[in-house]
């Protein structure tokens, strides 16, 4: 439930919650959300040294090319982190934020970016650390694209975290997914919306977790590949698997969530799925035999789809 | 009478269809109507069967799963036990999906557009249904099921410690500050906080029970408290800096306990306090509610049609009944009627018809009927009358055949009975023909199983055809099959062409051919004696070349295949090994007996030459005493005669003409007398074992001899084994029986034996010097180191003991020499060897009767007693002696020689004159007797035997030992 409200936010998303924001042009969007990322870096790291925190390695997770929904998903997850940082810290907790509705652009990323980091300077603010927006050594964000460094903004804020991100939290985003897969596959009378869990298997690391689920990603690239939509480009090859931690696959699967979600508003498919809840203390091994339903449900939907057809929605589909 | 012509036009028979066809026609249409019921019908009952029936049992099966996996899915809500959540997969599994696959399988279901509809809405109900109650099992047993307990455990219970944590620390340093009563005031203060902050929090904690709401006031009281309490230490003077900063700390804690404690209660009291049970309530049960209402009502059109059905199709039988009684009715009505119609006109002519059938049959018809009718009647009784002339013709024509026939049959069996009487005779002659056939054949038969020979029949060509009698011995062929098999296949090749050679001899000579030859047998290598003779008959078989039929058939009839004819003869084979295993021995035997009596006869002429010699030469010792060379050489001559006279002795014992002296003796008390001297003999590498039977019985033998015999076994055995080894001397008692005859010498009868075993471990001897063992001068030791005469003495001495000797030996194995002596039952009187009483060996004056039919010897014997001091008289033969014993009393002794000629011999001579003149000493002289030995047991104790050649010493120390016996002895 650490992150409960994230997910409830996929699926505000998803039902497609009002709200207003001024219309920036792209390019200059993309300029405010690079300078403000970097912004971000340098007061979490400042953050960091005087929690004395451990600094997080850059890891590229094989995934570019991303779309704004992806970089508005990863700042939705940089915001309850820092969100839970302030409770941990501060007692305090801010309400949840408008999500935004139709089509999602950079603006909304920059504006979910803008508000997870007034809340690192609050903190910073109260714990009266007063070089603020200062220059800060150690800036190596700007090498890296908008999306990995909001990857490894998000890594680094999960070691400042009393509470880690725990196998459970991957557990419950991939139950999400399966709850979207489902309703995905209402369309279609024959299907299996939610198949038979495998046998349990023990002795699974996250890296275990991470490539099965990878290949749900990859399997969500082949469906919007059929459908004939923008998808995110994924390229595993290269990852240090040895290197991976929870926080890793937490991130691979909130992308899946984010692509799932984004194809559910795309279809028009009214009924959210059902909102998952903490599901208590989960190993890899847990995720990885729930991962395995998600990975059935997606064969499945890849196998009704046609290639060039957009899929219609049935009678009998909510 | 002729038949009129047949018309083309056939009214009746056209009557006859028609008539036909109509009632067939009628039976038609009854069919027809009939099977376009059945039909009507039958669909009714498979619409029945098929779909109506099942569609509204899969919808009550639809129904009874989803109410079975509600109940489930509450039972696991509510329970926890996972066999709920097996029987909610049970009831998707076995209930509820085949019960749909079975209404999707219904074709009515799908027929109609409502229906299909119904369809699709019940299988995405289903779908649905299904998708939410996963969820709720899912999420049951989460601890974020309970939002509001989930909270509390995670933030709540953390925000609690830490109010603790602050009093305590509060607590600890006001317990520090001493003595002030308004401190200790401030202290209980203190304590009374923490104790409402434990109060609030125990509160709340049970507001997450059930029943939760009756404990928010109790929360709320103690908040209140709490809150007063915190107000008034606030407000206090006494609190030092610190303390007022963990006041501080404390108030901000309690403000995020507050916020928290609401939120936890607010989620309590929210419908999704229990989110699986919300979910349940407000999503899956819903769901189940419009799924069980469309079942039920897919279930009760699905009934409704089926008493639609059920009716339909009653109403289809009833239809179908009726019009099918109706049908029968009119047809049976429709062929009364014509039927009666046609019967008028065709039985009336017919009836006529056959009334001149019968009557014509009786002979009685003479003229034709008259023809009343146009039609197939009129054609009937036309051809009837042109019957009528034909058959009064046939029944002239028949009378004339059958005179003619019966003058035929009696002759036929005329001749049939002479056949008859012909071939009875020849039965009776067959008949006693196979009589004695069967006869001769039996008598054949028990001649085959008698005779002990093998018969067989072989061909020319070395074939066996008949085994006739295999005999009761069957290593000569063995147990294979031999019929059939070439003598190639049977014997070694050189035999199989010797057999043939026998065979095709008898064959060209037509004489039996008579053969003897060794086969090698299972049992060893066998002597057989055949008789072959040709035979009368030859044997045919299909030969190999095949004869072309005329007509082309390869292989053609059997009368066309050629035969050839084998011409064969009859082979009796006898199995003769023991005959020529006896004619070998018999040869053997008389060639031992040739040589012994050939050389016992040299022996006995050279033993008197040597009689001569040695007396004379003793003679003429005497007078050489007084000239040293002379005497030296006629010692010399004097050694040489006595060389001669050992060499004869052995000669006279292989020839078993020595004279033996008989007595009982017992050869264990023999052989252990002698042990010391076969120790020296045998020498220190030699090693003798004895196995002696303790209880042995005596034999007849002369110990003398036997000692010296036993002696020239034991240095063989010592030459056989020059690197030394083992002697083993074995005496037992053995009964020779004729089951025996196999194992022993054929020549030894059967009876009781006493048998001794020398037994080396030596090198042995082969076959042929088995062979020649027992041959005088044969020997296999080096020149000068053996006569040749040991065993042949030995050999003597047995037989002439009335005893045998048998070999076994192997080269390398050693050899085992048996002797058998017969056995005596009762224990004799063992005779001891007299002894000179003094060394005189001078005579008394004493007359001593001589009788010796050689001259020349009687000349030296009666000189040699006159030296001794003796007074001889001396006659030529028995008849004599005799006389000169009735004549002269005063003879002391009578010292005959043994073999004379004439009736009586010295045995006899002593016997009669032991007889005649009791206590008359006798002294036997010999180099050669007739006797086998002589049984002393049967003379008096006053008998001697001197072996010629003797020398005057020896003669004279025999009459001493005689002279001095006792009466009593004798």
């Known amino acids: ?318 | 009478m002729t038949a009129s012509p047949v018309k083309n036009s056939r009214p009746l028979r056209r009557q006859l269809l028609l008539s036909h066809l109509s009632v067939a026609l009628v039976g038609l249409i009854m069919l027809g109507i009939a099977l376009i019921a059945t039909y009507d019908l039958r669909a009714k009952v498979i619409g029945l069967a098929s779909e109506s029936g099942p569609m509204a049992q899969a919808s009550f099966q639809l129904l009874t799963g989803i109410r079975h996996s509600l109940a489930s899915l509450r039972g696991w809500i509510t329970l926890g036990d996972p066999r709920f959540l097996d029987g909610w997969r049970e009831a998707w599994q076995e209930e509820i999906q085949p019960a749909l696959d079975r209404l999707k399988n219904c074709p009515r279901f799908h027929a109609q557009d409502c229906a299909a509809r119904s369809s699709r809405e019940l299988q995405a109900l289903l779908a649905d249904l299904r998708e939410s109650q996963w969820w709720v099992q899912d999420i049951v047993r989460t601890p974020g099921n309970e939002p509001a307990r989930l909270l509390y455990n995670r933030d709540v219970e953390p925000s609690a410690a830490n109010l603790h944590a602050l009093l305590a620390a509060l607590f600890q340093s006001e317990k520090e500050q001493q003595g002030d009563p308004e401190r200790k005031a401030l202290l209980a203060q203190t304590a009374e906080l923490q104790d409402a902050v434990s109060t609030a929090r125990l509160s709340l904690r049970e507001t997450l029970g059930t029943g939760g709401s009756d404990h928010e006031h109790g929360f709320r009281e103690s908040l209140e408290f709490v809150r007063s309490r915190l107000g008034t230490l606030a407000e206090s003077p006494l609190l030092a800096d610190e303390q007022r900063s963990l006041l501080l700390l404390f108030q901000d804690e309690l403000e995020v306990f507050v916020t928290l404690a609401r939120e936890v209660i607010q989620l309590r009291q929210s419908d999704g306090w229990n989110i699986a049970l919300r979910t349940m309530v407000q999503e899956t049960d819903p769901l189940a509610d419009r799924a069980m209402a469309l079942a039920v009502a897919t279930a009760t059109q699905a009934q409704t049609r089926l008493e639609q059905e059920i009716l339909a199709a009653q109403t289809a039988t009833a239809i179908t009944a009726w019009s099918l009684l109706l049908m029968i009715a009119l047809m049976l009505v429709a062929a009364c009627f014509l039927s009666r119609l046609q019967a008028k006109a065709i039985a009336l002519p017919i009836t006529s018809l056959a009334e001149a059938t019968q009557q014509l049959a009786a002979g009685r018809l003479r003229a034709d009927i008259p023809v009343s009718a146009d039609n197939e009647i009129g054609e009937l009784t036309r051809s009837f009358n042109t019957l009528r002339a034909a058959m009064e013709e046939a029944q002239e024509k028949s009378r004339e055949t059958n005179i003619l026939l019966e003058k035929r049959v009696r002759e036929r069996t005329m001749q049939l009975e002479a056949i008859n009487r012909s071939l009875s005779r020849e039965i009776v002659e067959r008949n006693q023909t196979d009589h004695a056939l069967r006869e001769s054949e039996a008598r054949l038969r028990a001649m085959a199983r008698a005779i002990p020979d093998l018969v067989f029949v072989v061909d020319e060509e070395g074939c066996y055809r008949e085994i006739l009698a295999a005999g009761q011995d069957r290593t000569a062929v063995g147990n294979t099959p031999i019929r059939g098999k070439l003598l190639s296949e049977i014997h070694a090749p050189d035999m199989a062409r010797f057999f043939l050679d026998i065979i095709h001899r008898a064959l060209q000579t037509r004489q039996i051919q008579v053969a003897e030859y060794e086969l090698v047998t299972a049992s060893g290598r066998r002597w057989f004696e055949s008789r072959s003779a040709p035979l009368d008959i030859r044997f045919a078989e299909p030969s190999p070349i095949t004869t072309l039929h005329p007509q082309g058939d390869l292989f053609g009839p059997p009368e066309l295949r050629r035969f050839t004819a084998k011409s064969a003869a009859i082979v009796v084979a006898r199995d003769i090994t023991q005959r020529k295993h006896a004619e070998t021995r018999l040869r053997q035997a008389q060639k031992m007996q040739a040589i012994g009596q050939l050389t016992g006869g040299i022996a006995h002429d050279f033993n008197n030459l040597l009689a001569i010699i040695m007396g004379n030469l003793e003679l003429l010792n005497e007078q050489l005493t007084t000239q040293p060379e002379l005497y030296e050489m006629a010692q010399q001559a004097l050694r040489a005669t006595d060389r001669g006279a050992k060499l004869t002795q052995r000669l006279l014992a292989f020839s078993r003409r020595q004279p033996l002296l008989a007595q009982a003796t017992d050869l264990n008390k023999l052989i252990l007398g002698m042990l010391e001297l076969m120790r020296r003999t045998l020498g220190a590498n030699i090693r003798i074992e004895t196995a002696l039977t303790s209880d042995l019985d005596q034999t007849l033998v002369d110990p003398a001899q036997f000692e010296n015999a036993l002696l020239n076994l034991v240095i063989n055995a010592r030459d056989a084994m020059p690197q030394g080894g083992r002697l083993t001397l074995t005496t037992t008692n053995t009964l020779i029986e004729e089951k025996d005859g196999a194992a022993t010498p054929t020549e030894m009868p059967p009876g009781p034996y006493v048998m001794l075993a020398v037994t080396d471990t030596g090198v042995g001897m082969t076959s042929e010097s088995l062979e020649r063992a027992f041959e005088p001068f044969f020997t296999t030791k080096e020149t000068g180191k053996g006569s040749g005469l040991g065993l042949s003495m030995v050999y003597g001495l047995v037989k002439q003991s009335n005893g045998h000797i048998t070999i076994q030996s192997e080269p390398g194995r050693g050899t085992t020499i048996r002797l058998y002596l017969p056995r005596i039952a009762q224990s004799a009187r063992a005779v001891t060897e007299p002894r000179a009483a003094d060394g005189s060996i001078q005579g008394r004056d004493e007359t001593i009767l001589v009788v010796e039919d050689d001259a020349e010897v009687r000349r030296f014997a009666v000189s040699a007693l006159r030296g001794l001091g003796y007074k001889p008289l001396q006659a030529a033969d028995a008849a004599t002696a005799l006389r000169v014993l009735e004549t002269t009393p005063r003879i002391a002794l009578l010292f005959t020689d043994i073999v004379m000629p004439g009736e009586m011999d010295g045995v006899r001579l002593a016997t009669e004159a032991q007889r005649r003149y009791p206590g008359l000493r006798v002294l036997l002289t010999s180099g050669y007797t007739e006797h086998a030995s002589i049984d002393q047991a049967e003379l008096t104790a006053a008998i001697e035997i001197l072996t010629k050649p003797y020398r005057k010493a020896d003669l004279g120390r025999k009459l001493r030992i005689l002279l001095d016996r006792d009466e009593s002895q004798s």
């Not at chain 1, 910073?124 to 200062?134: C, E, F, P, Y």
């Not at chain 1, 040895?242 to 194809?263: E, H, K, W």
Request: glycine share 6%; charged share 20%.
């Open chain 1, 1 to 318: 439930m650490v992150f409960g409200l994230l997910v409830a936010g996929f699926i505000a998303l998803a039902h497609g919650a009002e709200t207003s924001r001024p219309l920036l042009p792209d390019a200059e969007t993309d300029a405010m959300l690079a300078a403000e990322i970097n912004a971000f870096s340098r007061d979490l790291e400042r953050l960091r040294r005087f929690m004395g925190a451990p600094r997080a390695n850059d890891l590229d997770i094989g995934i570019h090319d991303l779309m704004p929904r992806d970089l508005y998903f990863q700042t939705l997850t940089l915001w309850e982190q820092t969100d839970r940082l302030s409770f941990e810290i501060l007692r305090t907790r801010a309400k949840p934020l408008p999500t935004p509705t139709g089509a999602i652009g950079p603006q909304d990323a920059l504006r979910r970016l803008q508000d997870a980091h007034e809340h690192v300077r609050h903190i910073m603010r109260q714990l009266q650390i007063t070089d603020i927006g200062g220059s800060v050594e150690g800036d190596g964000m700007a090498t890296l694209d908008r999306f990995n460094a909001l990857l490894n903004l998000n890594r680094q804020l999960n070691l400042l975290l009393e509470r880690h991100i725990s196998p459970s939290d991957v557990y419950q985003q991939v139950t999400l997914a399966i709850g979207y897969s489902a309703r995905l596959l209402a369309r279609y009378p024959d299907a299996i919306r939610i198949p038979e869990e495998p046998p349990f298997e023990p002795d699974k690391l996250p890296r275990d977790v991470y490539v099965r689920l990878s290949e749900c990603l990859q399997g969500i690239v082949r469906i919007f590949d059929r459908l004939g939509l923008a998808v995110l480009k994924i390229d595993t090859r290269q990852i240090d698997l040895d290197r991976l931690q929870p926080g890793d696959v937490y991130l691979i699967a909130t992308l899946i969530v984010s692509q799932l979600n984004f194809l559910h508003t795309h279809l028009g498919i009214t009924q959210p799925p059902p909102q998952p809840i903490y599901p208590g203390l989960k190993f890899p091994a847990h995720t990885y035999q729930r991962a395995a339903i998600l990975q059935a449900q997606l064969n499945q939907l890849e196998r009704f789809l046609t290639p060039g057809q957009a899929m219609a929605p049935s009678p009998a589909s909510p």
